[in-house]
């Protein structure tokens, strides 16, 4: 072991396990019994214990947490302070209680703690810093460790299952002349050198489709969106959506495509899809399905007249001060009323054209090919049987003008670009956008946005 805790620190720790290779290891063990190999090992010391002439560590690294095990300690191990990350080899032992460990041969200090960690037995327990100093909270809390290498996998699994799926993984523009895809405020800024005013996108569903028309078929994105919005505990103004569109695909193949990919997310994810997410259990490969009208109606909120809509809302004690249009009315009745009241895993179905600017129109007026779908009463996501007429689309964006000009400053403003595109011809097709961070909030059960999010959006300090 080294002796000098003031020398130079190593610049790499090469041919290293992890703790739980080391823990594996010692599991058959029996007490006192010491394995041949020898495994090298490197984290953080986080706890340490003295019993005569022994010194006993606790290393944390990705994978876990081990019991080191030193014998006539030099003076590198009674300098180290808590935080100190090291490097050691040894062999894995079962000590004389029982407890899986690493007999320690050598030791080197690879990173010296220069300010000191938070209580090492509560962790960091504040919220606002577990925000602000994620590296801390990863540091200190082994559930946040654990949720964040969950929403990897999640994300790993849904990448598995769409490329299986013979879909093909592209990426579309951030910056964007035009914004479009979704009702929502964009964040602007100014291409100097273009000396050209650009978007940062709401939605990358423009130009997914301009991919359809060229024929890929088959394709997806997994990107960052960004909206200039509220925060709430389902809100970040910058998050991660996952689009795709099938070519000769419609809503309904959509729905159980979108059925399949949750459950299979879940399963591959957990190894199960029952999770527990705020306060119900669910089953994530059993979903139900409910017409829009029909939900509005079972809270007798359903009507095409705007003043009536209006009047029941506010006899409901709902603020419609900022409603402006019969279509942001109906939006405001379903987020108060009908989605909290989705707590299984739900699909919501056929909705008004006036709320859905990219839908194909179905066989019943007014209505196109539009679904939602819920999980505890939270929405994951959206979907369509897109427009493929350039024709109707276009008539369309003029609806949204009228929108636009109604008050609704979400409204679309259009894409002439996009409609030269359909102008060419695209398959009939079907799209949906999945929230993933939304998801992920459902498979680790916590009921804030920002605890999947490893740096959400937080006011500046005071």
Do not use: C
């Not at 979704?182 to 991919?211: C, G, M, Q, W």
Request: hydrophobic residues 40%.
């Amino acid at each position: 072991m080294g002796d000098d805790p003031q020398a130079v620190t190593p610049k790499r720790f090469p041919d290293r396990s992890y703790a739980v290779d080391a823990l594996a290891a010692a599991e058959p063990l029996a007490p006192d019994e010491r394995a041949d190999e020898t495994l090298r090992l490197a984290g953080r010391v986080m706890a340490r214990r003295g019993h005569g002439g022994i010194v006993f560590l606790d290393l944390v690294d990705r994978s876990g947490r081990i019991q080191l095990v030193v014998q006539d300690p030099p003076p590198v191990v009674r300098e180290l302070d808590l935080g100190d990350i090291v490097g050691v080899q040894g062999q894995p032992l079962r000590s004389r209680r029982g407890e899986p460990s690493l007999a320690v041969t050598k030791l080197e200090l690879l990173a010296k703690i220069r300010s000191p960690l938070p209580d090492t037995f509560h962790g960091l327990t504040d919220v606002e810093q577990r925000y602000r100093r994620r590296y801390l909270d990863l540091l200190m809390n082994e559930e946040t460790r654990a949720d964040f290498l969950v929403r990897t996998r999640m994300v790993s699994a849904i990448r598995r299952a769409l490329d299986e799926d013979g879909f093909v993984e592209v990426e579309t523009p951030v910056l964007q002349p035009t914004y479009g895809g979704a009702f929502a405020r964009p964040f602007v800024t100014h291409h100097n050198e273009l000396d050209e005013t650009l978007y940062l996108r709401i939605a990358s569903e423009l130009y997914l489709k301009r991919l359809i028309v060229g024929g890929l078929e088959r394709v997806y994105e997994i990107g960052k969106d960004f909206r200039n919005e509220g925060v709430s505990f389902k809100h970040n103004p910058e998050f991660t959506m996952l689009e795709w569109y099938e070519a000769y695909a419609d809503y309904e193949d959509t729905m159980a495509r979108m059925e399949q990919l949750v459950a299979r997310t879940a399963e591959e994810t957990l190894g199960s899809t029952r999770v527990r997410f705020r306060g119900h259990e669910l089953d994530l490969s059993r979903w139900q399905r409910l017409k829009l009208v029909d939900a509005l109606d079972g809270h007798g909120l359903w009507t095409r007249d705007e003043g009536a809509l209006r009047a029941r809302l506010r006899e409901r004690d709902v603020d419609t001060s900022r409603d402006r249009t019969w279509a942001q009315l109906v939006d405001h009745a379903l987020s108060h009323f009908v989605e909290p009241a989705l707590i299984e895993p739900t699909i919501l179905y056929d909705y008004p054209v006036e709320l859905s600017p990219f839908a194909r129109m179905s066989e019943e007026e007014g209505v196109v090919e539009r679904f939602e779908y819920y999980v505890g009463g939270m929405e994951l996501g959206n979907a369509f049987t897109e427009i493929n007429d350039a024709v109707e689309q276009a008539e369309r964006f003029e609806l949204q003008a009228a929108e636009g000009a109604g008050g609704n400053v979400e409204a679309e403003p259009g894409d002439p670009d996009y409609v030269e595109a359909l102008s060419y011809g695209m398959p009939p097709t079907g799209g949906l956008g999945l929230g993933i961070d939304r998801l992920a909030m459902v498979l680790t059960g916590r009921e804030s946005i920002r605890d999947v999010i490893l740096f959400p959006a937080l006011r500046a300090r005071q």
